[in-house]
C-alpha cells in the first residue's frame, strides 16, 4: 500500500517562505509523475504544480515564478519550494501522483500565510 508523508508546513508571514517534502512509499517512485495538491477552507482540492518522471515541471498560474517543484528519485521524495508566499496560499498541501491522484490521501501539511 502507498504511503505518503508530507511535511514542511506552518505559519508564515507574507512574503516568506517555505519548503514542503513529501516522503513516498509502498511503490516504485521512478514509474510516477508527480503532483502538489492543495485544498482551501470552503474550496475544491486544485493542482499546484506537476513533474513528471523526466523531471519536466508545470505550474498553476497563481503560482508560477513563486513555487518550485522537484523530485529526488533516489530518496522517493517529492519537494515544493514556496517564495513570496501571500494569505491566499493558506491551505493544507497534499502530494499525490498526477494526472489521477489514484493513491489514498496523506494527512496533507498545512500552511498558513498570515501577519
Known amino acids: 500500500q502507498v504511503q505518503l508523508v508530507e511535511s514542511g508546513g506552518g505559519l508564515v508571514q507574507p512574503g516568506g517562505s517555505l519548503s514542503l517534502s513529501c516522503a513516498v512509499s509502498?511503490?516504485?517512485?521512478?514509474?510516477?509523475?508527480m503532483a502538489w495538491y492543495r485544498q482551501a477552507p470552503g474550496k475544491q482540492r486544485e493542482l499546484v504544480a506537476r513533474?513528471?518522471?523526466?523531471?519536466?515541471?508545470n505550474y498553476a498560474d497563481s503560482v508560477k515564478g513563486r513555487f518550485t517543484i522537484s523530485r529526488d528519485n533516489a530518496k522517493n521524495t517529492v519537494r515544493l519550494q514556496m517564495n513570496s508566499l501571500t494569505p491566499e496560499d493558506t491551505a493544507v498541501y497534499y502530494c499525490?501522483?498526477?494526472?489521477?491522484?489514484?493513491?489514498?490521501w496523506g494527512q496533507g501539511t498545512q500552511v498558513t500565510v498570515s501577519s
Open positions: 499525490n501522483n498526477w494526472p489521477a491522484g489514484t493513491w489514498d
Open positions: 509502498g511503490t516504485f517512485f521512478n514509474d510516477y509523475n
Open positions: 513533474i513528471t518522471r523526466g523531471g519536466y515541471t
